[in-house]
């Protein structure tokens, strides 16, 4: 039983690069969220898919962040152009469904020079 | 729109002495609660969460929590800290819609041999 696994655990992008971010959840996990958190500070929502529907990215914070998830398995947080502000660590969560606990991943840091 | 306090940034507790995490949220309806501990380089672990019925809710590793719908709060609490215990410790809200998490911004916890 494997949990929630990102990659890559680490990513030192220059400003302006494109970069992507995989999250594979819980097997049968229907729900996935992203959160961004920055240094000291708490999760902060990005976005949700219930299966491959993207039901929800109000959190996402501009139009250089980009998610999906074609297949409602395995998801991609991708940022474009990437700016310093953009440093932090990005948190994937899968649940079986809503109401349901959401178990976390161990996160991507990016860091962006 | 909801939110949640986490008032203490820092607490540094004894070995073995008491532990009172304070969490005060802000919601319209009633709330989904959880505790989250995070790990340096971990991702999230659900400690306890409050969906409803009995006000005192207990967690994994000793933990239990007291929801408190006049005081708007929902604190931590562990009777004796291990050394082990220290860590971030995160409480988040979820909305009515059952998807998004709301953090607070976490309380660091030290223990002192």
């Known amino acids: 039983g494997a949990g929630v696994s990102q990659s890559p655990r680490y990513k030192v992008a220059k400003r302006g690069q494109d970069v992507a971010l995989r999250c594979d959840p819980i097997?049968?996990?229907?729900?996935l969220f992203w959160y961004q958190q920055a240094l000291g500070q708490g999760p902060e929502f990005l976005t949700y898919f219930q299966n491959e529907a993207q039901l929800d990215k109000s959190g996402l914070p501009s139009d250089r962040f980009f998610a999906e998830r074609p297949e409602g398995s395995v998801s991609t947080l991708k940022i474009q152009r990437t700016q310093q502000e953009d440093s932090a660590v990005y948190l994937c969560a899968s649940s079986a469904s809503m109401h349901n606990e959401q178990f976390f991943g161990p996160g991507t840091r990016l860091t962006v020079l | 729109a909801q939110s949640v306090t986490q008032p203490d940034i820092h607490i540094t507790v004894s070995e073995g002495a008491s532990l009172e995490l304070r969490c005060n949220y802000s919601?319209?309806?009633?709330?989904?609660l959880f505790w989250y501990v995070q790990s340096p380089g971990q991702g999230l672990q659900l400690l306890l969460k409050?969906?409803?019925?009995?006000?005192l809710v207990q967690g994994i590793k000793g933990f239990e929590a007291e929801f408190k719908r006049s005081q708007s709060s929902f604190n931590l609490r562990k009777p004796s800290v291990h050394w082990s215990d220290a860590a971030e410790y995160f409480c988040a809200v979820n909305n009515n819609a059952g998807n998004m998490l709301t953090f607070g911004g976490g309380t660091r916890l030290m223990v002192k041999p």
């Open positions: 409050y969906f409803s019925g009995d006000t």
């Open positions: 097997s049968g996990h229907v729900s």
């Open positions: 919601y319209g309806a009633t709330p989904y």
